[in-house]
């Protein structure tokens, strides 16, 4: 494994790491809380040698450095242990008081420090003050020559002793920080050895070199699949929906020249997803004008008639022993022309049934019938059923749930297929973890149902109503299209002129010229009355009226210069009421 898969496999398994990380702080928490709390009391003395001279100073200097570094080990001595057991009276052994004494020095110096720590601080400082008396005597002892009367070194008391009012022991942040980083330490490893010892099939590389074929698909893991495993209504239009189309698409350009029409489906153990990956695609299938037979050859565990709703009383296994023809099993379902013929009731011998020379027959059959058959298979590390299947279709399609099945599985139910022989069109590497830029691009990207505000009646729009176009995930404002003009509303003074208009006048332009005959000249306002009365809808529709009626008031002017044109005209409307044109003239 290179860097990068070491990378993989800690962010794959995240969850070892967290874990381990609270698991070592909730350690380190419990014996932080446990632990007593200890002070400590510190004394400081310095080391010198009686000398004469530059000379014998320089070399008195080195000398004491020497020795001071001894004297660290004799602080926690058992010989300066008893004296102070004895001479302190604080009532520990001699044992306890040197486990309680420790001591230090800096580099390059002849200062010598020592630290009395306890869970008491006046015991702590008691002992302190005993070793301020005990210790330079006990070197004054050691460091006197036989038959000299003074020693060759000497220690002088020059600070202390101090007692430190916080405790010294424990310390919750460097316990935690310690107990974390150890924790993360352990999880980094955790998750690399799990790696390293996982055989599961995880990804298409390891699925496609396991079975030696190509996958056609990676289908990801879906939450709503469990109330909802049929990708219709809402479900068509999510990713898994769309990873099943891919392998829709793929399977169908396995072999071109040859296409495959009868298509078993199976896997090499349970719980892999078998079935909802056969229901699916099968409804696929049929969304691009096929006709498409699925059928239940799970004999044993049948659940293609309860995922699609349909009973199964009657379905493969009548028709296999002739109680019923395969076209009155089967039941439509959808508004495609998809077919579904359920496994029916469960038989006794369900392998030898599936391996009859009858059910090769309904394959020859249903190829006369259908485009494409699907067919759901039992497991085959299970039972023999589905190599038994397999073998008498065009080819197999293998569904392998990642993270679950093993390779060591994988490679079983491959080599069954190798040894029936049937043949293997691809893998379908089921229930995958999809990542966030996938599910990103295809949010972006998927067909929007029209909501209420795009189907809404153009005239309910106002002047500032706009229209949303989503593009990838992108809202465009765009301007409304602009709207008709609507008709002023009439006021009660022309209504009531409109009103007064016969209707056979409005609807006929040339009893408007003949009841014009006998009326006055109408005047400019009465024109306009008129026309907006008779409701034109647009300013054009105005002139245009307006000129008409000019042209009709030129063409009274020239009538009434004809003879008779003084006499009286019935109406139009009033001579299309009473009856023929000749009867009126006669009745005038």
């Not at 029409?261 to 990956?277: C, D, H, L, Y």
């Not at 176009?469 to 002023?488: C, D, I, M």
């Not at 409005?506 to 009355?529: C, F, G, I």
């Amino acid at each position: 494994m290179d860097l990068r898969s070491y990378l993989r496999a800690v962010r794959q398994r995240w969850w070892v790491v967290l874990a381990a990380v609270l698991i070592a702080l909730g350690i380190g928490t419990a014996l932080t809380m446990q632990a007593q709390p200890e002070y400590a009391s510190t004394v400081t003395f310095f080391v010198n040698t009686p000398n004469e001279g530059v000379t014998d100073a320089y070399q008195g200097n080195l000398f004491t450095q020497q020795r001071v570094k001894s004297y660290v080990d004799l602080l926690s001595s058992d010989r300066l242990a008893q004296s102070l057991a004895a001479s302190s009276k604080v009532g520990l052994s001699t044992d306890a008081v040197r486990k309680r004494v420790s001591g230090s020095t800096e580099t390059n110096t002849v200062l010598l420090q020592a630290t009395v720590t306890d869970t008491k601080q006046a015991r702590a400082l008691k002992l302190t003050e005993a070793l301020t008396k005990t210790f330079p005597a006990l070197v004054q002892q050691i460091e006197t020559p036989p038959g000299a009367s003074q020693p060759t070194v000497k220690v002088e008391l020059v600070n202390g002793p101090r007692l430190s009012n916080d405790p010294v022991s424990p310390r919750p942040a460097r316990n935690l920080t310690l107990a974390g980083l150890l924790g993360l330490l352990a999880g980094v490893i955790g998750a690399i050895l799990r790696e390293q010892l996982d055989n599961t099939v995880r990804s298409t590389a390891i699925l496609q070199r396991v079975a030696s074929a190509a996958v056609l698909g990676q289908v990801p893991y879906d939450g709503e699949s469990k109330t909802t495993p049929l990708i219709v209504g809402s479900a068509g239009q999510s990713l898994r929906a769309e990873a099943l189309r891919k392998l829709r698409t793929n399977l169908r350009f396995v072999d071109i020249q040859e296409p495959s029409r009868v298509i078993a489906v199976t896997s090499a153990t349970q719980g892999e997803g078998k079935t909802t990956t056969c229901c699916n695609l099968a409804i696929t299938l049929a969304e691009t004008g096929s006709r498409v037979l699925l059928i239940d050859a799970d004999l044993r565990r049948p659940k293609v008639g309860h995922y699609f709703g349909l009973a199964s009383e009657v379905g493969l296994t009548d028709v296999l022993i002739g109680e019923v023809t395969v076209r009155a099993a089967a039941q439509p379902w959808g508004e495609k022309e998809l077919y579904v013929l359920t496994s029916g009731s469960v038989p006794p011998n369900p392998s030898e049934l599936l391996g009859s020379a009858r059910m090769t027959d309904l394959l020859r059959e249903l190829r006369d019938w259908v485009d494409i058959v699907i067919i759901d298979t039992p497991p085959l590390l299970s039972v023999t059923d589905g190599a038994v299947v397999s073998v008498q279709a065009d080819g197999t399609l293998m569904v392998t749930r990642a993270g679950k099945t093993t390779q060591a599985q994988v490679t079983a139910a491959v080599r069954a297929l190798q040894t029936v022989p049937a043949r293997l069109l691809g893998c379908v590497l089921n229930m995958t973890k999809a990542s966030r830029a996938d599910a990103y691009y295809y949010k972006s990207y998927k067909i929007l149902a029209p909501d209420a505000a795009s189907t809404a009646r153009p005239d309910a729009a106002g002047p500032d109503d706009t229209l949303v176009a989503e593009s990838s995930g992108e809202a465009t404002s765009l301007p409304a299209p602009a709207q008709k003009p609507r008709p002023p509303a009439a006021t009660p003074d022309r209504q009531s002129v409109h009103d007064e208009v016969p209707r056979a006048v409005r609807d006929d332009p040339r009893a408007v010229r003949e009841d014009s005959r006998a009326t006055p000249e109408p005047t400019d306002a009465e024109e306009l009355r008129t026309a907006e009365s008779r409701g034109i809808e647009s300013r054009g529709m105005e002139s245009r009226s307006a000129e008409f009626l000019a042209a009709e008031s030129r063409a009274m002017e020239s009538r009434a210069m004809e003879p008779g044109a003084g006499e009286p005209v019935e109406p139009a409307h009033a001579r299309h009421a009473s009856g023929s044109d000749e009867d009126q003239v006669t009745s005038m």
